[in-house]
């Protein structure tokens, strides 16, 4: 039987409350593709930010299911009314997660640093002026500043601090997002990263991309240009040259 | 909002120091049955703070857990894995507040949903 996912007919909705789109679907199939290696992971605390309707943290528990028998899960939202959709969306599908109306993770980054094993985040990646980011309604969902980072460049810091030894962040960019960027960005940080999806609509260019930290890469930043090439960094080239290829494809 | 939640929310105004634990304001506390899991009892015991633990489930109306640290040698004890499951995941908090407990600020909780939303010239 192939794992379960969220049922659009029993995700909860507002009409405050983005509703599952695209980027929601991408988010999910790269759960879904990681499976397995979730699996081994064997997470304990897994936390969604911005769960809007609650269609991917319900995923993930469903995905992860009774395998994952040591998971708990904490989900939060800017956007009051997401909160209470994703807590009927988690009780339509029988699952359970903690929620938190709050700004990112605000109020959590205390008491969960280093302990968050698996982040799942969409955030809101659409370029917008900036004065439209920082609502707390429907707007929350998408609007994300100057080249849709805005939102991206808070979370990033949070998930940082957030994230166990061991943590994954999967996470949802824009091509116009310039996830390259952000890829270098956290390998200053010492993660590495990889496509998990990539997907192109006629609207937009999608990727869903895992971070992980690697401890070869901090150890890299020490001995800077004197060790050989060790594999991770082959791993960043390779992520590199395949999203250049991504949008050396769409100019064509 | 279980109390595992409780444990790992603090005060997020500005300036506050001392923001942990937040102090329980109970309204209406529900108790939900979950599936007993030493495993994981025994994984989060490390990252639990024990007192705020013991205090909350206090407020909440179960007084069954001790006020001191337990050694960590009472995880091999069913009994008091037991209690340590039915405090941390089986009370919930469904309305009520959570209060800053430097402040007196209150954190609202509705249908079991903390709101951690700050005024603006809290952020």
């Known amino acids: 039987m192939p794992p379960r996912i969220a049922q659009i007919r029993l995700v ?59 998971a708990y899960y904490f989900a939060t939202d ?21 929620l938190v109306t709050t700004n990112i993770a605000s109020g959590l980054e205390k008491r969960l640093s280093g302990l968050v094993d698996v982040m799942v985040v969409n955030p809101p990646y659409v370029p917008t002026p900036d004065e439209e980011v920082g609502s707390l309604g429907l707007s929350s969902a998408w609007a994300g500043g100057e080249n849709g980072r805005n939102v991206i460049d808070k979370i990033l810091p949070v998930a940082d601090n957030l994230l166990s030894d061991k943590g994954w962040l999967y996470m949802l960019f824009l091509a116009e997002n310039d996830p390259l960027q952000i890829c270098l960005q956290m390998r200053d940080k010492g993660y590495g990263a ?12 999608l990727h869903v991309i895992k971070f992980w930290r690697d401890p070869d890469i901090q150890m890299e930043g020490n001995e800077a240009n004197l060790t050989p090439k060790t594999a991770p960094q082959r791993g960043l080239e390779f992520l590199l040259s395949h999203i250049s290829r991504l949008s050396f494809r769409e100019r064509q | 909002m279980r109390l595992l939640t409780h444990n790992m929310l603090s005060s997020n105004i500005k300036g506050v120091i001392n923001g942990f634990p937040l102090l329980i304001q109970a309204e209406r506390v529900v108790e939900k049955q979950v599936d007993f899991n030493p495993d994981f009892l025994k994984n989060m015991f490390s990252k639990i703070d024990w007192k705020a633990l013991a205090d909350a489930s206090k407020t909440m109306g179960y007084d069954e857990l001790p006020d001191e640290v337990p050694d960590p040698s009472v995880l091999d004890s069913q009994e008091f894995l037991q209690k340590f499951h039915h405090a941390l995941l089986e009370l919930h908090l469904e309305e009520g507040a959570l209060v800053c407990p430097e ?6 909780v509705n249908k079991g949903i903390p709101n951690m939303l700050l005024h603006e010239d809290e952020v």
């Open chain 1, 78 to 98: 800017v956007n009051p009314y997401a909160a209470t959709v994703t807590r009927e969306t988690l009780e339509a599908h029988g699952v359970h997660a903690e």
């Open chain 1, 12 to 70: 909860s909705s507002h009409p405050q409350v983005y509703e599952p789109c695209d980027d929601s679907y991408a988010l999910v199939d790269a759960l879904l593709a990681d499976r397995t290696k979730l699996l081994e992971h064997h997470p304990t605390i897994c936390m969604e930010v911005g769960c809007g309707s609650g269609y991917v943290i319900t995923s993930l528990a469903l995905i992860l299911g009774s395998e994952a028998r040591n």
């Open chain 2, 103 to 108: 402040t007196g600020r209150r954190f609202p």
């Open chain 1, 194 to 205: 990889k496509i998990v999806v990539q997907r192109s609509t006629e609207e937009e260019t």
